[in-house]
Each structure stands twice: as structure tokens, then as C-alpha cells.
């Protein structure tokens, strides 16, 4: 089984920064693309940023040049950096792995974060 346990969210002032942390955990083999989604109220998650195992990027564009997503392959985690955050970037933040058990491929979710901008 694999867990993935997300930390970091809370409540922040517009144009501050948090750092969002993903770790996956458990009998994992690799891990390919990594990313981050995001679910505001009464929206449909969507995309916030993917990150493949060979580090390339790729971004939502309400979210490009002020969030930064990496991994550390050592410690099988995914990092979102927010910065210049606003007030629509509340939502409940998930990450997502493909995670390579064996010689099969899983597709995991964690449980969710919650990030609150507002003054």
C-alpha cells in the first residue's frame, strides 16, 4: 500500500508565501510525474502543476512565474512553492503520483491541504 501525506497549507495575507510538501511512503518501486491540483469551492479540481521524473515542468497559466513545483526523488517527495499568492488561489491543494509497484503502475491521490488567502 502507499500513502501519500500532504503539509504545509493554512491561512496566508495576499502576496505572501507557503511551501506545500507531498511525501509518498510504502512499497514503491519508482515514482514517474508528480504534480499538484487544486479544488476551490463549487469548482472542479484542475491542474496547478505536473513535474515528470526527468524534472521537466509544466504549469496551469494562472500560476505561472509565482509557483514552483520540485521533487526529491531520494525522499519521494513533490514540493509546491506559492508565492505571491491571491486571494483566488484558495482551494484544497492534492498531489498526485504515479507510483511504480513492482512492474505495475498506481495512480495515488493524497488527502488534500487546505490553502486560505485572505487579509
Known amino acids: 500500500q502507499v500513502q501519500l501525506v500532504e503539509s504545509g497549507g493554512g491561512l496566508v495575507q495576499p502576496g505572501g508565501s507557503l511551501r506545500l510538501s507531498c511525501a509518498a511512503s510504502?512499497?514503491?518501486?519508482?515514482?514517474?510525474?508528480m504534480g499538484w491540483y487544486r479544488q476551490a469551492p463549487g469548482k472542479q479540481r484542475e491542474l496547478v502543476a505536473v513535474?515528470?521524473?526527468?524534472?521537466?515542468?509544466n504549469y496551469a497559466d494562472s500560476v505561472k512565474g509565482r509557483f514552483t513545483i520540485s521533487r526529491d526523488n531520494a525522499k519521494n517527495t513533490v514540493y509546491l512553492q506559492m508565492n505571491s499568492l491571491k486571494p483566488e488561489d484558495t482551494a484544497v491543494y492534492y498531489c498526485?503520483?504515479?507510483?511504480?509497484?513492482?512492474?505495475?503502475?498506481?495512480?495515488?491521490w493524497g488527502q488534500g491541504t487546505q490553502v486560505t488567502v485572505s487579509s
Open positions: 513535474i515528470t521524473v526527468g524534472s521537466s515542468t
Open positions: 498526485k503520483s504515479h507510483v511504480l509497484v513492482g512492474r505495475y503502475e498506481y495512480l495515488y
Open positions: 510504502g512499497k514503491i518501486s519508482s515514482i514517474n510525474s
